[in-house]
């Protein structure tokens, strides 16, 4: 496995296991491992098909909804801030992802010459 695969292997396993960390600790006591678990898969899984971009918007949303809820509600929301901002931040990650490959490809369509036949000479 090339480097850069290992790494975003390594770093999905982090920003989807705590992502899976949070919702489990708001869930309860009993969730907090099987959540972890499931969230560190996802995050191998989706490490492995190439997703940087989305573990980007995972990253800022986590960062933003708990700083959001801790300015709102204070330290008590954090968690919740923090995991509902993760899945929004994912979700608008897709989506931005989508609409530039949409609009590069737009840019770079192009047309395909128009070949022309020759004329065939009738015997």
Same mark, same amino acid.
């Given at each position: 496995m090339a480097g850069s695969k290992v790494f975003d292997v390594l770093l999905g396993a982090l920003i989807l296991g705590t992502v899976g960390g949070l919702i489990g600790m708001f869930?309860?006591?009993g969730f907090l491992i099987p959540s972890l678990i499931v969230g560190v898969m996802l995050g191998m +899984?989706? @490490?492995f098909? @190439? +997703?940087r971009q989305f573990f980007l918007g995972i990253f800022v949303g986590t960062l933003l909804g708990g700083l959001l809820a801790w @300015?709102?509600?204070g330290v008590e929301a954090i968690?919740? +801030?923090a995991?509902? +901002?993760a899945a929004m931040g994912g979700f608008l990650g /897709?989506? /931005?992802s989508m609409l530039c490959d949409m609009f590069s490809q737009r840019k770079s369509k192009v047309v395909?010459?128009?070949v022309e036949e020759p004329e065939n000479s009738a015997p």
């Open positions: 869930m309860g006591e +899984g989706v @490490g098909l @190439g +997703g @300015g709102v509600s968690t919740v +801030g995991a509902s +901002g /897709i989506w /931005i395909p010459p128009v």
